[in-house]
């Protein structure tokens, strides 16, 4: 039986004789279904379409992703460290070159995963690879393929491997999650901060969304929170959901100006009364 695939969020169902009859996730208001109505694909058929690329960003950090792009144009991103190599984040085409190069690179110890939207074919990675699944606990509920190689974990940071740390902002989705890597950025750090806070197109600011297609803002608590839960941290870059959303040098002073700017738009003092 096919484990069938969302073509719009990227999502796989547990096996199958007939695919799903809708996608919980796409149907969820953070998400949509296409004018053109729900359709699904098998992982096979997926492999038979599109191909893995890779980019490294910096020596330890290669982005993994689909061309021709698929579903929401995930990104993933291979955390290579002396301690093992973590999978941050996921995407949905697991083909046979894919798994070849990421043994060669010395494998997976672990993946973790940001938020629902990047779970896509998370257990059949795990499956090649042998390691663990970690998500936050508080977004249990929108796993639609249930596996014992998923790991939830609860509060708000877990370290994975030395200087790999999963820290929980909350906000696009309340178990929402990004990863610090201390050897980053030739050691001043890196943030990996997915769309929990997103790497705006002009590369100076970042943004904040409970819906980033159907465009929901998020609370001034809640992204106040996601800045409190990154206060600790030392980072000079941040990587982004997509592989070229990149703050390249002084992130941490981005983030900050970012907060501070969301928060008056929001507060609707951003602007003088004639602008
Ligand atoms: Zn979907």
Redesign the pocket.
Known sequence: MPAFI??????QYSPSDAPPAQ?????EER?Y?PLSG?SWITPERLAARHANTFRQHEPGLISIGSLPTF?IGQNAILVITPAGNVLWDCISLLDDATIAVIKGLGALKAIAISHPHFYTTMVDWSRAFGCPVHLHAADRKWVMRPDPALSFWEGDTLKLLPGVTLIRGGGHFPGGTMLHVAQGADGRGALLSADIATVAPDRKFLSFMRSYPNLIPLSAREVEGIAAALAPFGFERIYGHFFDRVIASGAKAVLAKSVARYLAAIAGTARGPME
């Open positions: 969302c073509t719009t969020c990227g999502t996608c919980i996730i796409c149907e998400q279904v729900q579903a």
